[in-house]
Protein backbone atom coordinates (compact mmCIF):
# COMPACT_ATOMS: atom_id res chain seq x y z
CA UNK A 1 0.00 0.00 0.00
CA UNK A 2 1.95 3.33 -0.94
CA UNK A 3 1.86 6.00 2.01
CA UNK A 4 -0.10 8.91 2.16
CA UNK A 5 2.73 11.07 0.15
CA UNK A 6 2.47 8.70 -2.90
CA UNK A 7 -1.33 8.03 -3.02
CA UNK A 8 -2.87 9.36 -6.07
CA UNK A 9 -4.28 13.05 -6.15
CA UNK A 10 -8.04 11.31 -6.50
CA UNK A 11 -7.59 9.49 -3.72
CA UNK A 12 -6.58 12.29 -1.36
CA UNK A 13 -9.43 14.50 -2.74
CA UNK A 14 -12.06 11.91 -1.48
CA UNK A 15 -10.22 10.93 1.62
CA UNK A 16 -10.77 14.79 2.60
CA UNK A 17 -14.43 15.04 0.98
CA UNK A 18 -15.48 12.08 3.65
CA UNK A 19 -13.79 13.96 6.26
CA UNK A 20 -15.47 16.98 5.61
CA UNK A 21 -19.17 15.04 5.74
CA UNK A 22 -18.22 13.22 8.72
CA UNK A 23 -17.12 16.81 10.49
CA UNK A 24 -20.36 18.23 9.05
CA UNK A 25 -22.81 15.59 10.04
CA UNK A 26 -21.20 15.50 13.83
CA UNK A 27 -21.50 19.36 13.93
CA UNK A 28 -25.37 19.60 12.43
CA UNK A 29 -26.06 16.53 15.20
CA UNK A 30 -24.57 18.26 18.05
CA UNK A 31 -26.34 21.80 16.96
CA UNK A 32 -29.83 19.26 16.48
CA UNK A 33 -28.68 17.68 20.02
CA UNK A 34 -28.36 21.18 22.10
CA UNK A 35 -31.24 23.12 20.71
CA UNK A 36 -33.94 20.23 21.31
CA UNK A 37 -32.38 19.83 25.22
CA UNK A 38 -32.54 23.34 25.59
CA UNK A 39 -35.41 24.24 22.93
CA UNK A 40 -37.18 22.02 25.66
CA UNK A 41 -35.93 23.73 29.07
CA UNK A 42 -35.95 27.68 27.78
CA UNK A 43 -36.80 29.55 30.50
CA UNK A 44 -40.42 31.14 30.39
CA UNK A 45 -38.62 34.98 30.18
CA UNK A 46 -36.69 34.29 26.85
CA UNK A 47 -39.83 32.02 25.19
CA UNK A 48 -42.24 34.55 25.60
CA UNK A 49 -39.36 37.51 24.45
CA UNK A 50 -39.06 35.18 21.50
CA UNK A 51 -43.14 34.91 20.31
CA UNK A 52 -44.84 37.25 19.00
CA UNK A 53 -47.21 38.54 21.62
CA UNK A 54 -49.03 41.78 21.86
CA UNK A 55 -48.36 43.78 24.93
CA UNK A 56 -51.96 43.16 25.94
CA UNK A 57 -51.46 39.68 25.44
CA UNK A 58 -48.04 39.71 27.48
CA UNK A 59 -49.81 41.81 30.20
CA UNK A 60 -52.41 39.08 30.92
CA UNK A 61 -49.40 35.92 31.06
CA UNK A 62 -48.25 38.53 33.76
CA UNK A 63 -51.53 38.08 35.80
CA UNK A 64 -51.48 34.63 35.10
CA UNK A 65 -48.17 33.96 36.43
CA UNK A 66 -48.50 36.00 39.30
CA UNK A 67 -51.53 34.46 40.02
CA UNK A 68 -53.87 37.46 39.75
CA UNK A 69 -56.20 36.70 36.44
CA UNK A 70 -58.58 35.79 38.80
CA UNK A 71 -58.96 38.60 41.06
CA UNK A 72 -61.99 41.49 40.59
CA UNK A 73 -59.41 44.57 39.11
CA UNK A 74 -58.20 42.10 36.38
CA UNK A 75 -61.39 40.63 35.33
CA UNK A 76 -62.68 44.12 34.96
CA UNK A 77 -59.38 45.30 32.40
CA UNK A 78 -59.97 42.37 30.83
CA UNK A 79 -63.46 42.67 29.75
CA UNK A 80 -62.98 46.21 29.35
CA UNK A 81 -59.72 46.63 27.33
CA UNK A 82 -60.20 46.67 23.79
CA UNK A 83 -57.43 44.55 21.57
CA UNK A 84 -56.98 45.85 18.15
Known amino acids: MPSRAQESPVRAGRR???WTA???VLLL???AG???VTGC???RAL???LTSA???EQYIRGLERAGL???ALARDWRDTSIVC
Open 34 to 36: TSL
Open 69 to 71: ADT
Open 54 to 56: TPH
Open 22 to 24: AAA
Open 47 to 49: RDA
Open 16 to 18: AAI
Open 41 to 43: RAP
Open 29 to 31: SIA
